[in-house]
């Protein structure tokens, strides 16, 4: 069965501090991995990764994905009380017959940063 | 999130009676999609549509039925609601197929009592 795994579950930290939020998957013909933050509404799309070794950055938030090991890591550096979030990863595959590529989220991680 | 609204926002009603949520935009995208959000499960795949009167079933399409007469409006119907169908419904649209064009509407809480 496709999945995708995200650890922790729930993480909470102090504003300055550094965290990693990982996810693992396991899905057949990998076509790309993304993350979004999700603030008590929608979903925001935050990275998409398609290459191993390859760093996204946007500020102060990192991605970069291990397709040999087969997972990801987001980090947030100088945590601010606004990362407060639920942070999904979600891998994008291809079934066999169908061009359309499905999504699968992970369960999320709850990230809660106190001042 | 202004191209995108979903109606109604929060809705409460019995086990066995028909629902049905509406995502309306307003960007004329062809991909419309419907998602369910629970707790341990992350967002899951209802059903989606490519085009106008063009559906096709997700993960989790049981229980669910999905119309799309025009290209604004993508409606999801739960034809006898169940207990196991309270959820958080989010809609979301997209220009082309690629995930990371996906943004989400505002989400539909649904309780079934």
């Known amino acids: 069965e496709d999945k995708v795994v995200q650890s922790p579950l729930s993480l909470v930290v102090h504003e300055g501090d550094t965290v990693t939020l990982n996810c693992s998957y396991e899905?057949?013909?990998?076509?790309?991995l993304l993350w979004y933050k999700q603030e008590k509404k929608a979903p925001t799309f935050l990275f998409m990764l398609?290459?191993?070794?390859i760093e996204k950055k946007s500020g102060r938030l990192s991605s970069i994905l291990d397709k040999k090991e087969l997972f990801s890591i987001l980090n947030i550096t100088a945590t601010q009380t606004g990362d407060s979030a639920v942070y999904l990863c979600?891998?994008?595959?291809?079934?066999?017959?169908?061009?359309?590529?499905?999504?699968?989220f992970g369960q999320g991680t709850i990230l809660t940063v106190h001042p | 999130d202004a191209g995108i609204t979903q109606s109604p926002r929060h809705k409460v009603t019995e086990t066995g009676t028909p629902v049905t949520l509406r995502c309306h935009q307003t960007e004329n995208h062809r991909y419309m999609y419907w998602y369910r959000q629970d707790p341990g499960h992350g967002l899951r795949l209802i059903h989606y549509s490519y085009g106008v009167k063009d559906t096709d079933k997700g993960e989790v399409s049981d229980g669910y039925s999905v119309s799309r007469s025009k290209t604004e409006d993508f409606l999801l119907t739960l034809e006898s609601a169940t207990s196991s169908q309270t959820s958080v419904y989010f809609c979301a649209i997209s220009e082309s197929q690629l995930p990371e064009t996906q943004y989400f509407g505002p989400g539909t809480r649904l309780l079934v009592l």
């Open positions: 979600a891998v994008r595959w291809n079934a066999g017959g169908t061009s359309y590529g499905k999504l699968t």
């Open positions: 899905v057949t013909n990998f076509r790309s």
């Open positions: 398609t290459s191993s070794g």
